[in-house]
């Protein structure tokens, strides 16, 4: 482990000094190869003159610092907290050596900029006058905030753990001491390595989070609750265990599906240029946070939870066995062969076809079987087809952004089979029928009124979407990221499944 400690106060006969140097003793009997940085010691001007710091040159000392930061596994700061942040010496330092193109870059993708700084670990050894406690709840520590977030994580570094000592003013010798042997211990800490397990576990927990999107499963809760309502089931829905049962038998499909979209889409999302909010998978194989073996064994792991709640789901429900593995198989089927072979719909020019139809009837009808109701019948039908219909628009706008990189993989999505202005034109003629379908079966009154006061919200909302579409086929712009239009379908859907959940509920 290379191990690079910086001294950020201007003297080095400070307690911070004597704290740095406690920390490199501790380093150094855990075994790392250690290099020290007192800025005090260098030569440079602290001020950027140019637009950015990139265009300024760097002074022989901060060559080389930046040197030892390349160089370095885990960078230690060591300085104090003046007026709750770090010192002109080691701010006007960070503002010179963190320039672009080697701490950072921009990034069409994600927040528009990507730390170049990765697999670097850090840790703050900084001390105060204000006691550590009142620091930390009263003022929020500005100072390791912009250090650990702002600064260090900003340029990809993680994890950046801290020590805070103070109050200095009010400190005597005995305690003084008793900061140094605690600097040394963390220094000596690093025999056990640069990560904690606990800091692993919660690196990989949220991970885990990213990976299964789960931004994305309300709406199959909302489609699944309405077939649920729509059945009308006796022992009521929200406190019948099947209800609850069939949600689990859901969430762990879609938690199979998202991971195998993970594995299979792998090289398009590599390849993504405009990945975002909504489109571009969760990343999390492309930057390292995951391993394709840790996301296969998450497939198997929800795929047998899935078969175990299909069980304990036939046991419960009043619906057949029979219809019931009939219906899961089928929306398996579909589900899994979104990117899975042998199908891969979204290879094919059936991916949203597959999306609005999983994400609407299927789901909807699993709602309606399970409680009990004859699959038969045209209401579930009928409840799922606006929206369907409106799902149509943002699973095919999504295609835009990563057009290129679906292309380059051979994804033939609407947005690579008919281009920019055809999935465009999709997305305005489905958002127009998603409208017009809602507000037929409103005033037709034969869904049960689920859709009663849908022209309210959907008429407003589905012509700013379709004038937000038109502008942007009158822009023909280079593939991009579409966040703003995203949002805005994506909002749309929202109606289709809300006001029947509202209109159900109060029957």
Request: aromatic share 10%.
């Amino acid at each position: 482990m290379n191990v690079l400690v910086i001294l950020g106060h201007p003297r080095t006969d400070s307690l911070c000094g004597a704290l740095a140097d406690a920390y490199c003793d501790g380093a150094r009997a855990a075994g790392v190869d250690l290099k020290r940085l007192d800025l005090s010691t260098l030569v440079f001007d602290p001020n950027v003159h140019m637009p950015s710091p990139s265009q300024q040159p760097l002074e022989a000392d901060l060559n080389a610092a930046q040197s030892l930061v390349d160089w370095a596994d885990h960078l230690v700061f060591v300085y104090p907290t003046w007026w709750g942040t770090m010192p002109a010496l080691l701010k006007g330092f960070l503002d010179r050596i963190m320039t672009p193109g080697f701490a950072f870059r921009t990034s069409e993708g994600g927040t528009g900029y990507e730390g170049l700084l990765q697999g670097r670990s850090a840790e703050l050894i900084t001390t105060m006058d204000t006691p550590p406690l009142v620091h930390r709840l009263l003022y929020r520590q500005p100072g390791k905030n912009a250090m650990a977030r702002a600064t260090l994580g900003f340029c990809g570094i993680w994890p950046v753990r801290s020590l805070m000592f103070g109050s200095v003013r009010h400190s005597d010798t005995a305690q003084r001491e008793a900061w140094l042997s605690r600097a040394y211990a963390a220094g000596r800490r690093l025999a056990q390595g640069r990560i904690g397990a606990g800091e692993w576990l919660a690196h990989k927990a949220g991970a885990w989070l990213r990976a299964l999107r789960l931004q994305f499963y309300p709406m199959t809760w909302v489609a699944y609750t309405v077939g649920a309502l729509a059945a009308g089931p006796e022992a009521g829905v929200f406190g019948n265990p099947v209800f609850w049962v069939g949600y689990l038998c859901l969430f762990l499909l879609e938690v199979a599906t998202v991971l195998v979209n993970e594995l299979v889409d792998y090289g398009t999302d590599r390849n993504n240029r405009f990945y975002g909010p909504f489109t571009g998978g969760s990343r999390v194989l492309v930057e390292g946070q995951l391993s394709k073996r840790e996301v296969r064994l998450g497939v198997v792991t929800a795929s047998m939870g899935f078969l175990v709640a299909v069980a304990w789901l036939v046991s419960l429900s009043p619906a057949g066995p029979m219809t019931l593995l009939i219906v899961f198989g089928a929306l398996a089927i579909l589900a899994i062969g979104y990117t899975a072979p042998p199908l891969k719909l979204s290879y094919r020019s059936l991916g949203e076809v597959d999306v609005a139809l999983t994400h609407s009837v299927g789901v909807l009808l699993c709602g309606y079987v399970f409680l009990g109701a004859d699959w038969r019948d045209p209401l579930p039908w009928l409840l799922s087809l606006p929206l369907l219909l409106a799902i149509v628009p943002s699973i095919t706008l999504s295609g835009i952004p990563d057009l290129e990189s679906d292309a380059a993989e051979s994804k033939r999505t609407i947005a690579v089979r008919l281009g920019t202005s055809g999935a465009l034109w999709v997305a305005l003629v489905c958002t127009l029928l998603a409208a017009g379908a809602g507000v037929a079966l409103q005033f037709m009154g034969i869904v049960n009124d689920a859709y009663a006061g849908i022209v309210y919200v959907a008429i407003p909302h589905g012509i700013w979407l379709a004038w937000l579409l038109w502008r942007e086929l009158g822009r023909r712009r280079p593939p991009g990221r579409i966040d703003g239009l995203m949002g805005v379908s994506l909002g749309y859907v929202l109606w289709f499944g809300l006001i029947p959940l509202f209109n159900l509920t109060l029957r």
